[in-house]
């Protein structure tokens, strides 16, 4: 549980600096949050949603920042674009 915790910190920290040097980005950020169903076989599930007018800026931002960060080898980081629910 703390490995996710401390996952989805960094995430966040990462979108926060993000945020900070592209103002103009017109991105709002919800969470991080306990997914509804939080733990499913024993993994611990959290989010961030990141509601943008600038997608190609934000999906940028995910590519370069995002998907090359390191994590505990238990941890799995899953980026859903447009999701269909939030379950």
Same mark, same amino acid.
């Given at each position: 549980?703390?490995? $996710?915790?401390?996952?989805?910190?960094? #995430?966040? &920290?990462?979108?926060?600096?993000?945020?900070? =040097?592209?103002?103009?980005?017109?991105?709002?950020?919800?969470?991080?949050?306990?997914?509804?169903?939080?733990?499913?076989? $024993?993994?611990?599930?959290?989010?961030? #949603?990141? &509601?943008?007018?600038?997608?190609?800026?934000? =999906?940028?931002?995910?590519?370069?920042?995002?998907?090359?960060?390191?994590?505990?080898?238990?941890?799995?980081?899953?980026?859903?674009?447009?999701?269909?629910?939030?379950?």
């Amino acid at each position: 549980e703390e490995k $996710s915790k401390s996952a989805v910190t960094d #995430v966040k &920290k990462e979108i926060e600096i993000f945020l900070l =040097r592209n103002p103009d980005s017109k991105t709002i950020v919800l969470g991080p949050a306990e997914c509804p169903f939080y733990k499913i076989d $024993s993994n611990y599930r959290n989010h961030i #949603v990141l &509601k943008t007018l600038n997608l190609a800026k934000v =999906r940028e931002f995910i590519r370069e920042k995002i998907k090359p960060m390191k994590f505990h080898k238990d941890v799995y980081l899953e980026i859903d674009f447009d999701p269909m629910e939030l379950l």
